[in-house]
T-cell receptor, first 111, second 113 residues
Framework: EDQVTQSPEALRLQEGESSSLNCSYT??????LFWYRQDPGKGPEFLFT???AGEEKEKERLKATLTKKESFLHITAPKPEDSATYLC????????????FGAGTRLTVKP | EAQVTQNPRYLITVTGKKLTVTCSQN?????MSWYRQDPGLGLRQIYY???????DKGDVPEGYKVSRKEKRNFPLILESPSPNQTSLYFC????????????FGPGTRLTVL
């Protein structure tokens, strides 16, 4: 069965303190790995899609990378407005209708 | 503005009283889906729809029904709600099911007493 595990569950950073969030996955064949941001009381908001190992994508202070076993979301010099829960999801090649989500990493950035 | 809307946003009800949560999207998306989100469990798919009149079960379909009579609407029906269906529910849509990012609604917080 496809599995997605995110770590850590929660992360507290000082403003400007760079770090990384991890998303480990087990899937028979990866169609795509997705990163979403979720603010309290809101629905998830799409950030990135990665399709193959070695691929990287960037958006402002965020950079997502992908290997055959895991993905990292690197946050460079975070600001308090980056505080949110970050969700990772995978879609398998043999299951076009299933988006399997991890439980998320709750990020808090202190000023 | 492209969006997914859900109603109601908050609902408190009692065991056994049928309820419907509406979902509508204005992006002409073919694929729509319902999720529930519980602490520590992440988002779990309840039902999905590939297109009008085409629906199928996700990971946790027990106790729920859906319908897709129009492309834009995908209501979630709880015929006889129970306390274990207390959760945060999200509707989502995408162009298609394959490799496309999903657009999520704002969520419906349901409490079943």
């Amino acid at each position: 069965e496809d599995q997605v595990t995110q770590s850590p569950e929660a992360l507290r950073l000082q403003e400007g303190e760079s770090s990384s969030l991890n998303c480990s996955y087990t899937v028979s064949g990866l169609r795509g790995l997705f990163w979403y941001r979720q603010d309290p009381g809101k629905g998830p908001e799409f950030l990135f899609t990665l399709y193959s190992a070695g691929e990287e994508k960037e958006k402002e202070r965020l950079k997502a990378t992908l290997t055959k076993k895991e993905s990292f979301l690197h946050i460079t010099a975070p600001k308090p407005e980056d505080s949110a829960t970050y969700l990772c999801a995978v879609q398998a090649l043999d299951n076009n209708n299933d988006m399997r989500f991890g439980a998320g990493t709750r990020l808090t950035v202190k000023p | 503005e492209a969006q997914v809307t859900q109603n109601p946003r908050y609902l408190i009800t009692v065991t056994g009283k049928k309820l419907t949560v509406t979902c509508s999207q204005n992006m002409n998306h073919e694929y729509m889906s319902w999720y529930r989100q519980d602490p520590g469990l992440g988002l779990r798919q309840i039902y999905y729809s590939m297109n009008v009149e085409v629906t199928d079960k996700g990971d946790v379909p027990e106790g729920y029904k859906v319908s897709r009579k129009e492309k834009r609407n995908f209501p979630l029906i709880l015929e006889s709600p129970s306390p274990n269906q207390t959760s945060l529910y999200f509707c989502a849509s995408s162009l298609g099911s394959i490799g496309n990012e999903q657009f999520f609604g704002p969520g419906t917080r349901l409490t079943v007493l």
